[in-house]
């Protein structure tokens, strides 16, 4: 099992950032790929930003793009999710999941492809 503990959620307000953690243990994390997924009040749980095991490739929702960068560092086990000119409709608790080495890069945006979960930060954008 791997557990993985998402920090950095709170109250912002409308333009400013956040940078979200999530810190893997129990296995390598080097051997999977990590997801950003967040959830709105009412709403079913979206992709935000995916990255591979190795950080050289990402990919980001159409709604975040140009705001939002994903990064890992292997050797902390951890992924990060730098949000920047945040808006509030940002506003979702913000998970973190660990996808298998063996996923389909084009699948990273499906959250039935990731097996473990983090239990999720909020972040609220106040306008």
């Known amino acids: 099992q791997m557990q993985l503990v998402e920090s950095g959620g709170g109250l912002v307000q409308a333009g400013g950032s956040v940078r979200l953690s999530c810190v893997a243990s129990?296995?390598?994390?080097?051997?999977?790929?990590m997801g950003w997924f967040r959830q709105a009040p009412g709403k079913e749980r979206e992709f935000v930003s995916a990255i591979i095991w190795n950080g050289e490739r990402t990919s980001y929702a159409d709604s975040v793009k140009g705001r939002f960068t994903i990064y890992r560092d292997n050797a902390m086990d951890t992924v990060y999710l730098q949000m920047n000119s945040l808006k509030p409709e940002d506003t979702a608790v913000y998970y973190c999941?660990?996808?298998?080495?063996?996923?389909?890069?084009?699948?990273?945006?499906?959250?039935?492809?990731?097996?473990?979960w983090g239990q999720g930060t909020q972040v609220t954008v106040s306008s």
């Open positions: 129990g296995r390598p994390f080097r051997v999977y790929h």
């Open positions: 999941a660990a996808a298998p080495l063996s996923s389909d890069w084009l699948e990273l945006s499906l959250s039935t492809t990731y097996i473990y």
